[in-house]
């Protein structure tokens, strides 16, 4: 395997057993045959020599077998990475690199590290693709081969746009999808989850607007070509692209333009910010069959995540229960597939990983984000403490020393367990604090807990791509850790327990700075939240409460107005 080398993460090939106890059932075969005066099976070998021979071999043995067992984990390479060597297999105590089926063999491994090696760092996986979302996920990589960049397709297409010729001579089977991510990295990275969602159920090949930092964040998850919209792509300035322009879905729906007119446009621009309008919003109950699907360019703006509102268009419905049977599972399997770490960002990642959080019994992810500005609030801190102490995340502190302190060896026998908790946030001031609190103090239960923040960058600078890379390597560590606790509205939190297939304890949005009464709840399903939903009915086509039109759509526990998908028990 070319491998850049090991991650040690504390998993081992173990040597087959079977293999010792048969070398151990030939000796014992050897030394019965000479006792009952068999015909030797190797009449050079006598007496002394033959006992001497038999333990050679019974010493020699289990280390030839190690290594023939090992035959496809290399020694770590002079790298600095080191890794098992992935195990591509679907069943059995071997991880399931390849996740059931959702990734393909056959990438150079050493280009994406990532891509093969974080399932290992994942106790289980939460939820694994069906056979119709694995036939349907083949038939789109076949789709962005045959269409994407550098292609004879690709480049009439781009030719035609250029000319603002319309697409009446397009070539079958290529319609395009460009999506313009925005704001912060996790509005990002939900942004484009959702619309490789919508490109595969719409049969149109995904280009995504690379802006400043995506191609250092993300490697190429299609293999053979590129999902980056190449620089020379004919229309310039698409994120000042808004829903006033002549092109956009707004405008259609306003002006009533008849279907057939729609294909006299070069391409239909849909803005689907958290807050655009009725008409905006309006797409979710395009079926797409009708009248989008005579324009080869759909340019999309987004700055979230938007399935929920999918599945309440019964034009998708049928095909979207097949696609996710586990109603729940749906960001958790898209960004397994589509959001894998460059190799500078897995580094980040796993070298924090094996040096503060390897090593514990269980691990707590704590996500704090502010809205109220950059300075620190106590009523944040005291919502964080209530909200660990009251849901038994987090043990209690002694207000004395206690009289006696065991030894470690003694604490570790009398089985006192040891957390990590990782906090991630702009300020260092809440970790800082609770790092305190467990060190000034001993805890009830007599459990370690110790306190770790990879950075605090102070303010959030979305699209540098350094600031880009630490968000994106403390998301991924959030997703690593057992339980997690998240601040309601962070799409940053959203990515974290999305990603580790987590239902997190939701922290509410606090009011009048004031602590939250309650401070969190359990949140229902690992699914992010859709902030701007639409109140729409697509099926009566009126005005209606979309969290209550079926049962797998239900509204957010940070926001009472939000959409979330939920698998109905």
């Given at each position: 395997?070319?491998?850049?080398?090991?991650?040690?993460?504390?998993?081992?090939?173990?040597?087959?057993?079977?293999?010792?106890?048969?070398?151990?059932?030939?000796?014992?075969?050897?030394?019965?045959?000479?006792?009952?005066?068999?015909?030797?099976?190797?009449?050079?070998?006598?007496?002394?020599?033959?006992?001497?021979?038999?333990?050679?071999?019974?010493?020699?043995?289990?280390?030839?077998?190690?290594?023939?067992?090992?035959?496809?984990?290399?020694?770590?390479?002079?790298?600095?990475?080191?890794?098992?060597?992935?195990?591509?297999?679907?069943?059995?105590?071997?991880?399931?690199?390849?996740?059931?089926?959702?990734?393909?063999?056959?990438?150079?491994?050493?280009?994406?590290?990532?891509?093969?090696?974080?399932?290992?760092?994942?106790?289980?996986?939460?939820?694994?693709?069906?056979?119709?979302?694995?036939?349907?996920?083949?038939?789109?990589?076949?789709?962005?081969?045959?269409?994407?960049?550098g292609t004879a397709a690709y480049r009439?297409?781009?030719?035609?746009?250029?000319?603002?010729?319309?697409?009446?001579?397009?070539?079958?089977?290529?319609?395009?999808?460009?999506?313009?991510?925005?704001?912060?990295?996790?509005?990002?990275?939900?942004?484009?989850?959702?619309?490789?969602?919508?490109?595969?159920?719409?049969?149109?090949?995904?280009?995504?607007?690379?802006?400043?930092?995506?191609?250092?964040?993300?490697?190429?998850?299609?293999?053979?070509?590129?999902?980056?919209?190449?620089?020379?792509?004919?229309?310039?300035?698409?994120?000042?692209?808004?829903?006033?322009?002549?092109?956009?879905?707004?405008?259609?729906v306003q002006n009533d333009r008849p279907?057939?007119?729609?294909?006299?446009?070069?391409?239909?621009?849909?803005?689907?910010?958290?807050?655009?309008?009725?008409?905006?919003?309006?797409?979710?109950?395009?079926?797409?069959?009708?009248?989008?699907?005579?324009?080869?360019?759909?340019?999309?703006?987004?700055?979230?995540?938007?399935?929920?509102?999918?599945?309440?268009?019964?034009?998708?419905?049928?095909?979207?229960?097949?696609?996710?049977?586990?109603?729940?599972?749906?960001?958790?399997?898209?960004?397994?597939?589509?959001?894998?770490?460059?190799?500078?960002?897995?580094?980040?990642?796993?070298?924090?990983?094996?040096?503060?959080?390897?090593?514990?019994?269980?691990?707590?992810?704590?996500?704090?984000?502010?809205?109220?500005?950059?300075?620190?609030?106590?009523?944040?801190?005291?919502?964080?403490?209530?909200?660990?102490?009251?849901?038994?995340?987090?043990?209690?502190?002694?207000?004395?020393?206690?009289?006696?302190?065991?030894?470690?060896?003694?604490?570790?026998?009398?089985?006192?367990?040891?957390?990590?908790?990782?906090?991630?946030?702009?300020?260092?001031?809440?970790?800082?604090?609770?790092?305190?609190?467990?060190?000034?103090?001993?805890?009830?239960?007599?459990?370690?807990?110790?306190?770790?923040?990879?950075?605090?960058?102070?303010?959030?600078?979305?699209?540098?791509?350094?600031?880009?890379?630490?968000?994106?390597?403390?998301?991924?560590?959030?997703?690593?850790?057992?339980?997690?606790?998240?601040?309601?509205?962070?799409?940053?939190?959203?990515?974290?327990?999305?990603?580790?297939?987590?239902?997190?304890?939701?922290?509410?949005?606090?009011?009048?700075?004031?602590?939250?009464?309650?401070p969190c709840r359990r949140a229902t399903?690992?699914?992010?939240?859709?902030?701007?939903?639409?109140?729409?009915?697509?099926?009566?086509?009126?005005?209606?409460?979309?969290?209550?039109?079926?049962?797998?759509?239900?509204?957010?526990?940070?926001?009472?107005?939000?959409?979330?998908?939920?698998?109905?028990?």
């Amino acid at each position: 395997m070319n491998l850049e080398g090991e991650i040690g993460v504390g998993i081992t090939n173990r040597p087959s057993q079977q293999c010792s106890a048969a070398a151990e059932t030939a000796a014992a075969h050897l030394a019965g045959a000479a006792e009952d005066g068999d015909e030797r099976p190797f009449p050079w070998i006598t007496g002394k020599k033959k006992i001497t021979c038999i333990a050679i071999c019974l010493v020699a043995s289990p280390i030839l077998i190690l290594l023939v067992s090992r035959r496809d984990s290399p020694f770590p390479s002079m790298s600095g990475w080191a890794s098992p060597s992935p195990t591509y297999t679907s069943k059995g105590s071997k991880k399931d690199v390849l996740m059931g089926g959702l990734l393909v063999p056959g990438f150079d491994e050493r280009t994406c590290v990532s891509r093969y090696n974080s399932a290992l760092y994942r106790k289980n996986t939460a939820r694994s693709p069906c056979r119709h979302l694995i036939k349907r996920l083949r038939e789109q990589e076949a789709l962005q081969r045959r269409c994407g960049p550098g292609t004879a397709a690709y480049r009439r297409a781009a030719e035609r746009l250029e000319s603002r010729r319309n697409g009446t001579g397009a070539d079958k089977g290529c319609k395009y999808l460009v999506l313009v991510p925005y704001r912060g990295l996790g509005n990002r990275m939900l942004a484009m989850a959702s619309a490789f969602l919508y490109a595969m159920l719409t049969g149109r090949a995904l280009l995504v607007d690379r802006g400043e930092s995506l191609a250092d964040l993300f490697c190429e998850p299609f293999q053979g070509t590129s999902w980056l919209l190449p620089p020379e792509f004919p229309i310039k300035n698409l994120e000042g692209l808004t829903g006033e322009v002549p092109e956009s879905y707004r405008n259609l729906v306003q002006n009533d333009r008849p279907a057939m007119s729609v294909s006299e446009l070069p391409y239909v621009f849909v803005d689907l910010d958290h807050a655009c309008t009725y008409h905006d919003k309006l797409f979710y109950c395009d079926d797409d069959r009708h009248f989008l699907h005579r324009v080869p360019w759909l340019l999309m703006r987004t700055d979230g995540y938007f399935p929920p509102a999918l599945f309440l268009n019964p034009a998708y419905q049928d095909e979207l229960d097949r696609l996710f049977p586990r109603k729940d599972s749906v960001f958790y399997l898209l960004a397994h597939y589509l959001l894998h770490p460059t190799n500078k960002v897995w580094g980040l990642i796993t070298r924090f990983y094996d040096s503060y959080l390897k090593d514990s019994d269980e691990r707590l992810g704590i996500q704090v984000r502010v809205f109220d500005g950059d300075s620190p609030f106590k009523h944040i801190l005291d919502q964080i403490t209530a909200c660990t102490s009251q849901e038994r995340l987090l043990p209690e502190v002694l207000e004395q020393e206690p009289s006696s302190f065991p030894a470690p060896a003694a604490a570790a026998a009398a089985g006192a367990l040891s957390k990590a908790v990782l906090m991630t946030g702009l300020n260092s001031w809440y970790y800082e604090n609770i790092r305190a609190r467990y060190w000034q103090s001993a805890t009830a239960t007599g459990e370690v807990v110790r306190v770790h923040q990879p950075s605090h960058e102070e303010h959030q600078l979305s699209g540098n791509t350094t600031h880009d890379m630490k968000a994106m390597a403390e998301m991924y560590l959030l997703s690593m850790t057992d339980a997690i606790v998240t601040s309601g509205w962070s799409t940053f939190g959203y990515v974290g327990h999305g990603l580790g297939g987590l239902s997190p304890w939701v922290m509410f949005k606090p009011e009048n700075l004031t602590t939250p009464d309650p401070p969190c709840r359990r949140a229902t399903s690992m699914e992010p939240c859709l902030h701007g939903p639409p109140f729409y009915d697509c099926r009566v086509k009126r005005g209606a409460d979309t969290g209550k039109l079926v049962p797998h759509v239900r509204h957010c526990e940070d926001m009472s107005w939000g959409l979330k998908l939920v698998h109905p028990e």
